[in-house]
Structures are given as C-alpha cells and as structure tokens.
C-alpha cells in the first residue's frame, strides 16, 4: 500500500509542469496559480484512496485544481494586479519579441474569459484532453462542454480582435 | 451541398469526429474554401491558446510545490542492497519503467554514502544525537545508549527521549521494533544476535511532535521508508500492549 502511495506522488511530482500550465489558465498571476497548485497537491495527498488506478491521474489532479479554484483561492486572487508588466524578452530579438507579444495577448485574453470558458481552454486547448475527459473533469455532458468550447473560442476571437484594434 | 455547425467544424479542428463526420466535413473543405478557411481558425486557436501557456510547462518547478511529495531523507541503512532488490523487484511487478524523482536518488546517495562510510571504516560510531548512537560492526548498524536502552525495556508510545513505535515479529523470526528519537530520527531496529540493528534510520520527516498513545501501533508520523520496511518485513500482526510487556521480560528473545 504504502509503496502505490510512493508510486503515486512520483507520477503526481512528474505532473506538476502541467498542473501548473492548467492553474496558469485559471489565475493570471503565477503566485497564485503555484498557490492553486501547492494547496491541490496537498488534497491529493490526504485524499490519495479516493484516485481510482488505471484512470487519468491528470484529469483526477486537474478535478482538485479546479475544485481548489472555486473553493478557496479564486477569492484571494491578486485582482488589483492583475495585469502584470510586461516582462523580459523584448531585446532578444524582433522575432522572439514578437512571439512572446503574441503569447500575452492570448494569456491576457484567456484570462478576461469567464471562469466557465477558461476551464474548458485550460482543459481542451492548453492541456489537450479529449471532450469526453474534460467533460468527466467538470462533470457536465460531452454535449455541453462543445457549446461550451465553442462559445469561449468565439469569446476568446472577440477579445483578440478587440486587442488588435486598441494596440 | 451540406453544411456544417461552428461546433461540428471546431470538433473537426480538434479531432474528435467520427470517421464519417470527418470524411464528410474534408470533403466539403474541398469544394467550399469558406468552410476551409473556418477549420483553419479552428485550429489556429488551438495552436495559438497552447502555444501562449506552453514555456510556463516549461519552467522550474518551484521546490515548495514539489515538496510535499518529497520522500523522507534516508539517512542511514544497513542494506542498502535489500532497499534496492525491493525497489527493482517493485519495479518488475509494475512491468513498466519506473522514473525516480531527483529526491529518491538523493536518498539513495545519502544512504550509501552512510552505508559506505560505515562499512569504510568498519567500527565507527555514528552519534544519531546525544547519548543516542549506532555503532558499525561488521558493515551492520547496532543500537547503542539511549536508543539501545529504550529499545529494550520501553514499551511502545510512551514518550521519552526515544519512543517506540509498532513492535512485532519478523518473518525472520526476529522482533523488530520502529522508533523516533527526540530530534525526529526514525527508524526500524530488528533484534538479531543478542543486538539491536539497524535496518534503516531517517532523518526529519517534520511531521511534528509526537502523538501520545495516539498512534501507538505503526503511528501516522512514522515516515514512509520505516513503514514500507516494517510491511517488508512483518509477520502477521504487530504485538499487542501484553506480548510486548511479555517480550520486554523475555529480552526480546525467541
């Protein structure tokens, strides 16, 4: 038992790259998404009996980040910063600068998205799950989170193009 | 010719039509560039939304996230070989590669360097902290001072300097006994040839003070090194309050 709890946190730290991309799609600042991540390993590892072996580890993990959000650090989010300066890259070079630019401005608008549409941009886009594994995460049907998906896409090209034309 | 919603192209853009939906919708890319120029966005978006978050997968994990998932720091151990042969043993039940975390091998590498310096030099004392000792003989660890004392005659959960953890019979026939010393050292100690050695010692899990009588069989503040060598090595159940008062008298002899 013990050694599947070893086993268990080692494949959980292989995840934590990802676990912090998806907190990253949720709250804006990175301190508060290491927050998000720190307090959701935390629950997985009191609540570890509860994963069931042989389902996605990534998909129960990202269940507790997002239940994690909702519960407790959504609310403590530094939302007086919330748009951060822009940082470092811009003396590298025209095309690195141009693509970090790029970047901020789909993270900018990912974050201006409703709490719904950016778990289903974290989930589907940035962490590639299928709509079947996304929708099991959110507990919602596969039908629902498509409209979902495709009414945050269609959110997310508005506040592009609304970026475009203010820039 | 047929149309196709939002929601069936951006399905497409993602992959996850059926193979004749799919077939349907390339086909009609084909005729009608409008259509084709929708999935394009499609999966631009997609390209575009994992391409912004991507070099965050890419940073250092910072360590207060890694931590809690951090093994206890194996400081010490009497076979070093026996850990291993359970590790690789585990691993070929598993059947699948097993990838080690940076802090496993740094246990590992604690451990052998004790394991090499005590084998090294042959009768050195390693003070585990004051009047608490472990002595080498002959490559194996035994108990010495408070910690040998304790071990002896102090029954489990009740405090002290040492406290004594889960006792119980090896399937060696040898009773073994867990404990934690007052600066959280913990360990397992089997009873073979007249001495108390060593199996493994580890240093600071900084699970906090002790719980009294609370956890009295294999407590929950034991680290789970000591525990996975108690569950390697256990026969049936840990003794009770009265085999153990009863073992005490015995010196812990079979």
Redesign the interface.
Known sequence: MMDNDNALHEEIATLLPRLRRFARTLAWHREDADDLVQLSVERAIVHSSSYQAGTRLDSWLFRIIKNAWIDEVRSRTRRSELFAPEEEGEHVGDDFAEAHQQRMAVQKAVSLLSEEHRLVVGLVLVEGLPYKDAAEVLDIPVGTLTSRLARARTALQELLSEQARTV | MKSFS??TL??YA?G?LDEATRRAVEEAMHKDAALARRVA??KA??N????????????A??P???Q??R?ATVVSLDSVRARREAEQQ?ARK?SRS????WP?WGALAAMLMVGVMAGHYGLGMLPLENGETVASRDGTLVAQGRLATALDQQLGGNGGPVRIGTSFLAQDNSYCRSFTTAQDMSGLACKQGGAWKVQLAVQGQGQGKPQQGEFRQAGSEMP?PV??AI?QRIAGQPLDAKAEQEAVQRKWQR
Request: no cysteine; hydrophobic share 45%.
């Open positions: 939002d929601e951006m399905a993602d996850e966005r499609h978006m997609r575009d939304v994992f391409a912004a978050f991507a070099p965050v997968a890419e940073e994990v910072p207060r996230l890694a809690p998932l093994q585990a598993a097993r990838h080690w975390s496993e789970t525990l996975d569950d």
